[in-house]
């Protein structure tokens, strides 16, 4: 929609041709050259009778067992392909007795697909692999039948419908261990074992208590240890005799541990063994082209990680240079502490395959690789007869990505459009450190989009831009604090970053110097420190003075030129799974040192800073918490929760214009356009017929909540409701109601429901939302519920919010 919006006539016109080409194949009978007793399959559904809720989850996956796939749609609802085959065939002509074709028709069923035909044999194997799948669900009496509906145009739907019968669970666990060497690492650690008496049968379950098994099992030093050496008995017999609670059938599992299905001599003997990592072979810039029968005329060098790692590491690289005939000097793809860092193959530990997942995560966290071979060598001249232990040496094959990359990024929503494009080397000072030099531009319309609406024109700044840029430079290793960076942790890094962004509307440039330290004990824990960051923001003598003199006169001293000094921490917190939960937390301190100088320097003189800018003094913390639940694979519900305040510590002091919180728009209070909702209950007249202020307070809440389903395929559809405000903090004397007070904010949340209509392609969402305000705090006293005279009556739109809200992916 907002493409069409921005299109030129001509433009205009392909995309209607497009859309009409489409439509047109899909509305043919692509059929037409089928036999009276072939049929193309449109539609397989499998139903499961008996289980509704969340339980039917399980089954969401059935579906994809069902063969044949019927033939495909574009944007699952158009048989596109299908009809460019179906209506290009050669023609034969009775007349001539010629065959008639064209390079058209020719390119028309190389890029088309002949119909899927309904298959009687791949039904009967369909409904073997729903059974099978059903009984690995512990379904084991299952049974599925198919019914075929013929449509018109000799076209066929397949409805399997699966009859599950009693679910089987878990009575006992037992466990036979006939490895004495592994008896200890199993019972000891049966307290973490994913199955549990009374839960409900599911192979997936034992095969990952298997993994899990042997993996602790090689944590220990049998790296020979495999997975065939765990069997699983399940005991059916006289399960009805013994019914859980729900009157379920149960089964005992006995978990044998056993060579029994071993043949190899040799690896039974070597899997009673422990070996001991020892040295690492990396090649860092590995092609998988290389002759293997060709000694590669590589120099390797040695380094080490640090003085208690004893560990050699051999580097190959293929890059060199000739000095002279006789000598060759090597250059380096990496320094070494760069890749030893990542390494946890330290010489002397025992063989683990924590050490195999954590060095692979870490390579991965470089970004410089597409492949990473991590590989095991054993040393048999080491070997240990007494200790019965052994050594392995590890080679790892690193296949380098491109190192110098150009991205780009485009974004459109109701209020604005950005365009972003980023130069990336990969590998600038040779450790994997990223150099990042971007620049974006945006366009924000919201006003002339709110003008296009009403019918009105507005004084100025319809339009208006906004653009900057970057230069950051990361590297994969926390500078100046080596002591902690502890190999144990999942990730960390460190970043310095220098930004330039100028905001036209206001004329205000905005500079920020950031050092930041990054880094991940767990998967899925984050924490950041910044611990010096300075910006600066100017109001230059452009084009600034009309937009500003329509605030308030207070409000106005959120556009002074500051210069802010701070210290930020961030923690971001996901757990992942069925119920997505996300957790983000932020504080920053701004000024506090400056001022605690300042105030016992001279204390009745707040000070200028570069010829005057005024230095920023508050302490600002925000809160954000999403939570989405998935009912099933169409439909979930959806949660966020936002609380945000600035509080200056000095009296007087404000909060600058960019730092402060706002509301509406695309992603936040749909029922009101960009910043035009807020703060507290304030309503200016004058702005209903003259200049829309950008809204913005001190201190925010907000909540969020989206029903999300599936109208058909890639068509979804969300019903949402939003409810919140900013407030200010302090009391302006021309802003009345705009302040925060325990009294009264209660009676300034605002709230708005709306319905939007997403049409998802999988990597991006297309979104259209509609949101009705339903209480607005802005309005006159009496007049804050949805009314009539909230509408205009000519138009039949809100008055002063525009609900229509158009983005890419949903809003949280």
């Known amino acids: 929609m907002c493409r069409l919006l921005i299109c030129d006539r001509l433009k205009t016109e392909k995309c209607y041709a497009l859309l009409a080409l489409v439509l047109f194949f899909s509305s043919c009978n692509y059929t037409k050259h089928l036999t009276h007793d072939e049929h193309a399959l449109v539609r397989n559904t499998v139903k499961v009778d008996g289980v509704k809720g969340a339980k039917a989850t399980q089954f969401d996956d059935l579906i994809y067992l069902v063969r044949p796939i019927p033939t495909k749609k574009f944007m699952e609802v158009f048989p596109v392909k299908a009809s460019l085959w179906a209506y290009h065939q050669p023609k034969y002509d009775s007349i001539t007795g010629k065959t008639r074709d064209s390079k058209f028709n020719r390119w028309c069923r190389k890029n088309g697909t002949a119909p899927v035909l309904l298959d009687s044999l791949e039904m009967q194997r369909s409904m073997m692999q729903i059974d099978l799948a059903m009984f690995k669900l512990g379904y084991f009496d299952a049974s599925t039948k198919t019914e075929v509906q013929f449509l018109k ?48 049968y599911n192979e997936e ?93 590589t120099i390797p060098y040695l380094d080490f990680r640090n003085k208690s790692d004893s560990t050699l590491y051999e580097f190959v690289t293929t890059k060199k240079i000739k000095k002279s005939a006789a000598r060759t000097k090597l250059i380096k793809d990496y320094k070494s502490r760069t890749i030893a860092g990542a390494v946890w193959m330290k010489k002397g530990d025992l063989f683990s395959q924590t050490a195999y997942e954590r060095t692979y995560k870490k390579l991965q966290d470089l970004r410089n690789f597409t492949i990473i071979n991590i590989n095991y060598h054993e040393d048999e001249t080491l070997w240990d007869s007494i200790n019965k232990t052994g050594v392995l040496n590890t080679t790892l094959r690193l296949t380098r990505a491109k190192q110098n990359t150009v991205e780009t990024k485009f974004e459109t929503r109701t209020d604005r459009t950005t365009l972003q494009a980023a130069y990336i080397n990969k590998n600038i000072f040779r450790g994997a450190e990223y150099l990042t030099i971007s620049g974006q531009s945006s366009i924000y319309y919201y006003e002339w989009f709110n003008s296009l609406i009403k019918k009105v024109t507005t004084a100025d700044y319809l339009f208006y831009g906004e653009g900057g840029g970057a230069v950051s430079f990361q590297f994969p290793r926390l500078l100046m604090l080596p002591k902690y960076q502890n190999i144990n942790f999942w990730d960390y890094s460190t970043e310095i970053k220098f930004l330039c962004n100028y905001t036209q509307k206001y004329s205000r440039l905005n500079l920020q110097l950031s050092y930041i330290y990054r880094w991940s004990p767990t998967r899925f824990l984050t924490h950041s420190i910044s611990p010096i960051e300075v910006s600066t923001l100017d109001t230059r003598n452009s084009r600034d003075n009309y937009a500003i003199s329509k605030y308030p006169i207070d409000y106005q001293r959120k556009f002074d030129k500051f210069f802010l000094p701070s210290a930020k921490y961030t923690l971001s917190f996901r757990k992942p799974g069925k119920d997505d939960m996300r957790v983000n937390f932020s504080f920053e301190t701004v000024g506090l040192l400056l001022y605690s100088v300042n105030t016992l320097v001279n204390k009745n003189n707040i000070w200028t800073i570069f010829n005057g800018f005024n230095y920023g003094t508050y302490e600002k913390f925000d809160l954000n918490v999403t939570h989405k639940k998935n009912i099933n694979k169409n439909n979930s519900f959806a949660t966020r929760f936002i609380f945000g305040m600035a509080v200056p510590f000095r009296k007087g002091a404000v909060i600058p214009f960019e730092r402060s919180f706002f509301v509406g728009g695309s992603n936040s209070m749909r029922g009101w356009t960009f910043r035009q909702l807020g703060p507290g209950g304030y309503h200016n007249y004058a702005e209903e017929d003259d200049f829309n202020i950008e809204r913005v307070g ?83 006293v009496g007049n804050y519920w949805i009314n009539k005279s909230w509408v205009n009556k000519e138009m039949k739109l809100w008055k002063g919010t525009e609900g229509i809200q158009f983005g890419i992916n949903y809003a949280f």
Not at 226 to 236: A, G, Q
Not at 711 to 737: C, Q, T
Not at 769 to 779: N, Q, R
Request: charged share 25%; glycine share 4%; net charge neutral.
């Open 153 to 200: 145009k000799q076209k066929a739907k397949v409805n399997y419908w699966v009859t599950p019968n009693l679910q089987y669970f878990i009575r006992s666990i037992n466990y036979q261990i006939d490895i004495p060497e592994y008896k200890r690492i199993v019972i000891t650690d049966t307290v973490n074992s994913l199955l549990k008496t009374g839960k409900s």
């Open 698 to 780: 001190d201190m925010k809440i907000e909540l969020n909540l989206e029903y999300r389903g599936t109208i058909y395929k890639a068509f979804k559809f969300g019903i949402f409701s939003d409810i919140g405000n900013v407030w200010l903090l302090s009391k302006y004397e021309d802003m009345p109601d705009a302040e925060f007070r325990f009294q009264t904010f209660y009676k300034q949340i605002a709230a708005c429901v709306g319905a939007g209509l997403h049409l998802d392609f999988g990597f991006f969402l297309i979104r259209l939302d509609y949101g009705i305000p339903l209480y607005d705090p802005s309005k006159p």
């Open 205 to 297: 379950d034992l095969v990952a208590e298997r993994n899990r098994m042997i993996s602790k099992i090689r944590n220990q030093g049998f790296y020979y240890a495999t997975p065939e050496m765990v069997t699983f008995l399940i005991d059916t017999n006289n399960a009805f005799g013994y019914l859980n609670a729900q009157n379920n059938p149960t089964v005992a599992i006995t978990i044998k541990v056993s060579f029994d299905d071993l043949l190899d001599e040799s690896l039974i003997t070597k899997s009673k063994n422990r070996y001991r990592f020892n040295n690492v072979l990396v090649y860092t810039n590995y092609d998988l082209n290389f002759d293997k029968s060709v000694n590669l005329e």
